[in-house]
């Protein structure tokens, strides 16, 4: 096996297709919800953050909003119904006529692609009731319906717009694996986007561009010159994206020229809002009881969507140390279940509940509402805030995390008075800046990151990538159980050729890792294994942490056997390239981690 690096040799990943765009049109696909923005060419040369953000009416309310809800409703055929808010209201309708049993209902189902590590794995979601469907159908169902919304509004502006004339910007968290994004891209393709007209961008990113660019009269919470420092060359910031599902977490230094470096690779976890959601449901259940859940999850399952509808509103009016109590509307099922379950007992009469994290809540009823003391009400954050900060002050310690001195705190998690105050009492000495409508953060900068996508220059490997070969068998190295034959020579299989290493420094647009291999046979789903570890130094391709991403030629290449084959690695703005490229055939074949 030889070893080169070459980084000298710049690599163009931008299609010179992308150059000719007229519009960027970013779509934030959120587990709780979803929302799209552009703008033209002109209008980013005049004002970045001049962008058209959708309007959603929530027909149940006649509120408005810069995001509707990701949900998706698709008849008793399985054909597409309704998207957002307007699948919700027809859903609570279906209910209200008792015939939504047989239509499928999804929500907050983008966690599902949160721990896919191979993209060969074929993904279900269940419905609300139960129903499975294939996850790609739900994900480019959504998209379509998204896109297709687009186009309308933007053709209301320039009539004249095809959909070649549009460069697409799709966020998906950073902590994502490899192909999870990949599935994101799948499922655009499959929507109707030119694959090369698509770029995945990653949420905290996003949000950091649109940081960078709030004119700063308009007003953030924090002082309005802290924007300015925050972007001065030397300084480093952190980036925390609080949706729904994931708390995203990337850190940056600002380099002489303005560009940034990432400073340490992306973290995170799933402790988003809707972790909170899930303490009060909690609450619910261990009021309610066993019997009188279990009837409820048989008979009547949405009966726990309405609840969760109603606390969404009701949360958001929480606050630190407050005296004012806490109230939220509970469907009238919940209450009448219980009486059924617990002959003929009222809830009403239920003083104290402890859920299942052993916190004790003292509750009363008023109407149709449950009333919790304000500190009790508190408690649903606790574990979820307590998470979040304990990562933080993780990374802080980190050799690369010393020196941060901001937090930019966005996602509409953002906007919850405990989440703020959580992180600001941890961390009282590090300047947080949160920007007005942090839950569309993410939006506005994915349009600006799509006019302008150098700001990031150096990227941290996420894992470890590499490719799956033999060896002549070494017994001072190799694991004797690992020793077979083949062509008269003693080999040792499923080795972890290296390209690169986590963590590793990696500049965008460059080749990093090179290696040399050759192919002794053709397999029948592919050939060059390729593979990702979260370990530094993984030894074989089935050590723990190791995960099968694709195959990287295609069944049917023509590549030669017996023949040199170089591979190389390119990180793109976001998603990486693989380039197999044999001398002697001439052949070249192409894998986008993120294409496929
Ligand atoms: N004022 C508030 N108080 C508490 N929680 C809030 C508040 N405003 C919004 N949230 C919560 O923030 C979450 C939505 O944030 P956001 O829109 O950024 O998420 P998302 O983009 O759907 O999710 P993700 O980025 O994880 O895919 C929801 O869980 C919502 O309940
Ligand atoms: C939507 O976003 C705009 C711009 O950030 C803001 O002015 C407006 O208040 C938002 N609308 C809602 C309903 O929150
Ligand atoms: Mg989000």
Redesign the pocket.
Known sequence: MMWTTDQEDRYEMASSKQDKYLLVAAI?F?????GYAFSTRYDFQRDPTNTFLKQWVDPTSSMMNN?TS?CILFTKKKKFSKFGFEAEAKYLDLILDKDHMNWYFFRRF?MSLYDVQSTDEEVYLEDETGKPMAALIVFTESLKYLIDSLLNDARKQQSEIHLQDIKWILTV?AIWSDPAKAFMRKAAVGAGIDTEMLTIAL?PEAAAMYVKHIPLERSVDGKTGDVFQTFSAGSKYIVV??????I?ITAHQVMEDGNVKELIKATGGDW???R??GEYIDLIKCLIGRTATDDLNQNAPNVFFEACREF?SA??T?KPKSDITFNVRIPSDIGETYTRTHSGKNLKSVEYVTTKRKKQFKISFIGDKLRLASSDAEKFFAKSVKKITKHLKKVFKQKDGRGISTIILV???A?????MEGIKSSFPHMRTIIPQGA?WS?LRGAVIFGHDPSLIRQRRSKYSYGIDVFEKFNPAKHDENRKYEKDGEIRCGKIFSKLVEVDQTVTVGEYQGEGVYTLHAFGTKGDVKLYSSTEMNPQYVDDENCFFIGYILKPGHSFLLNEDIVIKMCFGETEIEFNAHQPKSQKTAKYYLGQN
């Open positions: 934030d959120g587990t709780t919800y979803s995001k990701t983008k968290p949420e994206d609080a949706g729904g599902g994931t995203d988003g809002g809707t909170v959601d969404e949360k958001r929480i996602g509409g998690y906007e919850s008075l405990i989440l839950a993410v």
